[in-house]
């Protein structure tokens, strides 16, 4: 399944597309969310399956600001650091690469052509739904 708004495998956080926020209906972990992310950073370091490296991405690897950020598919299934479930791990990143897009205007423009919504002052979306003390 995909979010009808950005096109993005549907990851939910909170009922919402981890990616642009719109509340979306169900979710299953997507297959396909290593390939997705791949050819909208271009800075990720990939590992393909099959002949000549050229099937789907099997092992992506992006360090952002201090935290390094690695997604693997180890027998069928997704494994990620920093561990984390789906989408909360899409939500650190997306938080993470907000931050350094401030400083970077074509981060900021591949970012918005993504349709991925930018945390505002890298706060990740579960940490600016936390009351505030
Ligand atoms: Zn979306």
């Given at each position: ?17 981890v ?10 972990a ?13 800075a ?31 027998k ?30 074509d981060l900021?423009a ?7 919504k ?15 003390s």
């Amino acid at each position: 399944m995909r979010c009808e708004t950005c096109g993005a495998p549907a990851v939910l956080l909170a009922n919402a597309c981890v990616f642009c926020r719109t509340p979306v209906a169900d979710s299953h972990a997507p297959a396909d969310l290593l390939d997705y992310l791949a050819a909208r950073l271009p800075a990720a370091k990939v590992k393909r399956f099959g002949l000549r490296r050229r099937g789907p991405v099997r092992e992506l690897t992006l360090t952002v600001g201090a935290t390094a950020f690695g997604a693997k598919i180890v027998k069928g299934r997704l494994r990620l650091l920093p561990e984390l479930a789906p989408a909360r791990w899409v939500d650190r990143l997306l938080a993470a690469l907000s931050a350094e897009a401030a400083g970077d205007a074509d981060l900021r423009a591949r970012l918005s052509r993504a349709g991925w919504k930018l945390r505002p002052g890298g706060r990740a979306e579960e940490e600016s739904r936390k009351p505030q003390s």
